[in-house]
């Protein structure tokens, strides 16, 4: 599926040159500015942050300076879901009358729990594909472009700010909701699309789909931008090569989440390996995931997230549960002063699994399986033998493989797992071509089928 | 965030976003609802440029 098409990078271009280039200081008086007016405004317009505020004895007054914000209490999901079965449909946290809604979404219910219910007023909307212009336009899209969104439409909110987004840009946007893979690869190549939307879980599938219909997408299509988002591996490195070399096409990571609505960060034209975090729209703290207490540059911690975007659902000080490691602007050549998070969004604080005492993320094993091209599809199932916890990655190499070469990559992927993992044993399973489940929106690669 | 420091295209579009507000409230559907949809794309702009963050759930955005 590989191939050595790649197209040239494009100069960098900021979609808000002046905010995009604010010293630090300007940048945390725009931010408290924001957070002092967010906290009022959810303080005054919905119970939910009065009674968290009241129970905490913080008033938005005492927001004094950025520090403050460790003043408020956290936001957890859980609470949101209460909060929701509590006062159906949405919740005691909602800061307008539903009415004032125009568009309705939910999460992707992807974790096993029952999904939000999520509002956005016009404005709250407009704001969701706003923030996608940040990573799109400086990812290199422009009015030119011919944008295919290969998603399904439906009510999980992403990628329509992706689509939106698309459109405010100004380029030709195609929905193909309810398509095929293949009903989508003919409108790739039959409209011409230079853009893809897509998870790095599909835009991987589309790959072997066009081949198996006689389709080189990165020989054959005029593709040469991938937007990903809703799953990691926009910067999983060996994810991200397997797709660039596939489509020859450029991979850009942007993710979003849907309690926030909108892209948080996005990866620029240079690619440095990092995200920028879109530092005007949200106050991004970095926390020890265990003790709550705030991390330096270069250490890893989870995303708590205050958003000044929607505020129908105001987020303040959310607890987002993702993985991250956040680093100066200066380590990107593009110029932007807004921070990164190096290496993407790392993983979730609620994925890593131990396994006989070695941490073991899904996204690093993703990193070791996407080296090998024989392998389509994989999955990673966790169990107990004895007692003792034991891993095995199926692999699914899509078409058959002779014994020896089945035998071949079982030796070799579990070696290098193994020297990746401080010695752990790993499983290797080459399952048929096909037997393994393929996805078109999240992923779901781990079965944990330990008991308690 | 400072008026002294505002460009001329920051005026301009801090006077279009007052009006929008005036025309979000309109009588007539056709003015109203428009009002209401520019005013929520106009609002990006005051949002972008750190000239104004406020709620305009009131003018219907």
């Known amino acids: ?452 | 965030m400072s008026e002294p420091d505002q460009t001329e295209t920051e005026r301009v579009v801090l006077q279009v976003y007052e009006q929008l507000k005036i025309l979000a409230t309109d009588s007539s559907p056709c003015v109203r609802y428009n009002a209401r949809r520019a005013l929520a794309a106009v609002w990006q702009i005051v949002n972008d440029l750190g000239l104004e963050f406020e709620q305009v759930y009131e003018f219907g955005a």
């Open chain 1, 1 to 452: 599926m590989q191939s050595d098409v790649r197209p040239e990078k494009k100069p960098v271009a900021l979609w808000n040159p002046k905010m995009e280039s604010l010293s630090r200081s300007e940048l945390n008086r725009l931010k408290l500015w924001k957070l002092q007016r967010m906290v009022r405004f959810a303080y005054d317009h919905s119970s939910f942050y009065r009674r968290k505020y009241d129970a905490a004895r913080v008033r938005p007054e005492d927001i004094r300076s950025l520090d403050d914000v460790q003043k408020l209490p956290f936001v957890w999901k859980a609470e949101l879901q209460a909060s929701q079965k509590a006062c159906p449909l949405f919740g005691d946290y909602t800061a307008a009358e539903p009415e004032r809604a125009m568009r309705y979404h939910q999460t992707s219910g992807t974790s096993g729990t029952v999904p939000l219910r999520i509002l956005d007023s016009r404005k709250d909307w407009e704001w969701v594909s706003e923030t996608w212009c940040y990573g799109m336009f400086g990812f290199g899209l422009r009015p030119e472009d011919v944008v295919v969104g290969a998603f399904g439409y439906g009510a999980f909110i992403g990628f329509w700010g992706a689509h939106y987004a698309a459109e405010r840009i100004g380029c030709l946007t195609i929905p193909t909701g309810g398509g095929t893979s293949a009903s989508r690869i003919r409108m790739i190549m039959d409209l011409g699309a230079t853009a893809v939307i897509a998870t790095p879980t599909y835009a991987i599938r589309l790959v072997q789909v066009a081949l198996e219909m006689g389709i080189n997408l990165a020989r054959d299509s005029k593709v040469n931008i991938l937007i990903l988002a809703g799953e990691p591996g926009g910067n999983i490195p060996s994810t991200k090569e397997c797709l660039e070399m596939g489509w020859g096409a450029r991979a850009g990571d942007f993710p979003g989440m849907s309690e926030s609505g909108g892209g948080f960060a996005y990866e620029c034209s240079e690619q440095s390996g990092a995200i920028h975090l879109i530092e005007d729209h949200y106050l991004d703290e970095v926390i020890d995931p265990k003790t709550s207490e705030p991390m330096d540059y270069g250490e890893k911690g989870e995303r708590v997230m205050t958003s000044f975007g929607r505020s129908i659902m105001p987020m303040i000080r959310y607890r987002t549960g993702d993985l991250v490691e956040r680093v100066p602007a200066s380590q990107c050549s593009c110029g932007r002063t807004f921070d990164l998070y190096q290496g993407g969004i790392l993983g979730r604080a609620d994925d890593m699994k131990i396994i006989r005492g070695v941490n073991v993320y899904p996204s690093a094993i993703e990193n070791v399986v996407r080296q090998f091209e024989a392998i389509q599809e994989f999955q990673i199932v966790i169990w107990d033998q004895d007692g003792i916890p034991q891993i095995t990655v199926k692999v699914d190499p899509g078409t058959p493989l002779a014994p020896e070469s089945s035998q071949n990559l079982r030796e070799t992927l579990s070696g290098v797992l193994k020297k990746q993992h401080g010695g752990l044993r790993f499983g290797v399973e080459v399952v048929e071509p096909g037997a393994l489940p393929r996805f078109e929106l999240k992923a779901r690669r781990v079965l944990d089928q330990r008991k308690g």
